[in-house]
């Protein structure tokens, strides 16, 4: 079946610095990769989706690359801001129902 | 433009008592539903899932039950609550198709005690 691993935990950032999140999966499909915020007391919301044709999703300073080689949809910023601070969960679909695969999410917590 | 709308905000129950969710998608015809839950400080647990009026599928049950009465009404049940169906029941909706992408509702928050 399909599965989303994330960097579990909490990753602590000062501001200003980069920002990378890691997501692997496995599929025996050809996925479609998500990235999903949630800040506190909040719905998540969708950040990013994977595009069918290799292009580069970017969306509030956030963006990332599908590599199927390596089955990994990092999400990176390059500077990190203190309003990033959330919760984040990578998803995949990858098979032929209508199920989205979620990861168990990572905890970013930017400190000034 | 598409609204989902869930209720209610929020609510406190007694263990053992009944709870019915409500989540309702404006704008779209025929979107896929699904539920989730989260725990307090928890991750995303998808329950269950639809694709038409009067078809639901389990993905994990906990003790609960969905329906869909029609095309823009998803409802989450259960005659008895424990003291562990608490957390951030969360409603999404999706375009169906070729876009796989979920959009979430604003969720329920549920304390049982």
């Known amino acids: 079946g399909d599965s989303v691993t994330q960097t579990e935990g909490l990753v602590t950032l000062t501001e200003g610095l980069p920002v990378m999140l890691n997501c692997t999966y496995q599929?025996?499909?050809?996925?479609?990769l998500f990235w999903y915020v949630q800040h506190l007391n909040e719905a998540p919301k969708l950040l990013l989706k994977?595009?069918?044709?290799?292009k580069r999703p970017e969306h509030q300073g956030f963006h990332a690359t599908l590599h199927k080689s390596s089955s990994s949809f990092h999400l990176q910023k390059s500077s990190a801001q203190l309003s990033d601070s959330a919760l984040y969960y990578c998803?995949?679909?990858?098979?032929?129902?209508?199920?989205?695969?979620f990861g168990k999410g990572t905890k970013l917590s930017v400190k000034s | 433009a598409q609204t989902i709308h869930q209720w209610p905000v929020a609510e406190i129950k007694a263990v053992g008592s009944p709870l019915s969710l409500g989540c309702t998608i404006k704008?779209?015809?025929?979107?896929?539903l699904y539920w989730y839950w989260q725990a307090t400080g928890g991750t995303l647990q998808q329950l269950f899932y639809?694709?038409?009026?009067?078809?639901v599928e389990s993905v994990v049950q906990l003790n609960l039950s969905a329906s869909r009465p029609k095309d823009d009404q998803f409802i989450l049940s259960t005659e008895k609550l424990l003291l562990s169906h608490s957390g951030f029941y969360l409603c999404?909706?999706?375009?169906?198709?070729?876009?796989?992408?979920?959009?979430f509702g604003p969720g329920t928050r549920l304390t049982v005690l």
């Open positions: 639809s694709i038409t009026v009067g078809q």
């Open positions: 999404a909706w999706s375009p169906g198709g070729a876009s796989y992408e979920q959009y």
């Open positions: 998803a995949l679909r990858g098979g032929s129902n209508a199920k989205l695969t």
């Open positions: 994977s595009f069918t044709d290799n």
């Open positions: 599929s025996t499909y050809s996925p479609f």
């Open positions: 704008g779209k015809s025929s979107p896929n």
